[in-house]
């Protein structure tokens, strides 16, 4: 245990190191709230009482897809798998340690962005924090589960983040964090649905705990989780 958790302090000081995830989970959405903050606020005052929760999904979606699977290149696309093997390291300690430590970094982000908004923009608090920080962390873990894929099915670093990009694209745009899902075009807010920003955005906006927000994010994470283990399998042979 000693070893595991010496691990992804390891792990956590390497990363804060990385460019990459220094501005993925950090600069870029920090940046984005406080210019997007601003704008959605003077065009539309009403977007305080969900200026944390929109922001938040942001940053989280874009820290886990664009900042996670380069991580997880650089093990399993690299001699650093070779090393694992040949001291007997388990192949998923890789994947189990990137996805804590930038669970942390994400986690710390959002923080940040839950004091900063209501001294800087005067948001409103979620209703019930509690709820709030649930679905946060349920949020943070889908989507590095499904930004894991991306990073252990594509090997190459230029790939990778154009994948990466394809996902996250959609996942903002057909969230709801822009504008009403029900303005969107039927297939479209189908199409939404399918991505973990979306019912993460409906689970941190709520100001009770429901079943049918949490459920689908439950069902993508196990599905995800299933795909990894298939990923490792063959990255094993």
Not at 107 to 112: K, L
Not at 125 to 141: D, K, M, Q, S, T
Request: some cysteine.
């Amino acid at each position: 245990m000693g070893a595991f958790l010496y691990g992804v302090f390891l792990q956590w000081k390497l990363d804060i190191r990385s460019k990459t995830l220094l501005i993925t989970c950090y600069i870029v959405p920090l940046l984005f709230f406080a210019i997007m903050g601003g704008i959605f606020t003077s065009v539309m005052p009403e977007a305080r009482y969900t200026l944390i929760q929109s922001m938040t999904v942001f940053g989280v979606t874009m820290g886990a897809l664009i900042g996670l699977p380069p991580s997880l290149v650089e093990i399993y696309g690299s001699d650093i798998q070779k090393v694992y093997k040949a001291n007997g390291v388990p192949s998923y300690l890789g994947l189990a340690l990137t996805n804590i430590s930038a669970y942390i970094h994400l986690f710390i982000m959002s923080t940040i962005l839950y004091i900063a908004a209501p001294i800087v923009f005067h948001a409103e608090l979620p209703e019930n924090p509690g709820v709030y920080f649930i679905g946060l962390a349920v949020l943070i873990a889908v989507s590095l589960s499904v930004a894991s894929i991306i990073g252990l099915a594509v090997k190459d670093q230029a790939k990778t983040s154009m994948f990466s990009i394809i996902v996250f694209l959609p996942s903002i745009m057909l969230s709801g964090i822009m504008f009403p899902t029900e303005l969107l075009p039927k297939a479209f807010e189908t199409i939404g649905k399918i991505f973990p920003a979306f019912w993460g955005y409906k689970l941190v906006t709520e100001s009770v705990f429901r079943p049918e927000s949490f459920l689908p994010l439950l069902l993508i994470f196990t599905a995800a989780a299933v795909i990894c283990g298939i990923l490792l399998r063959k990255a094993d042979k």
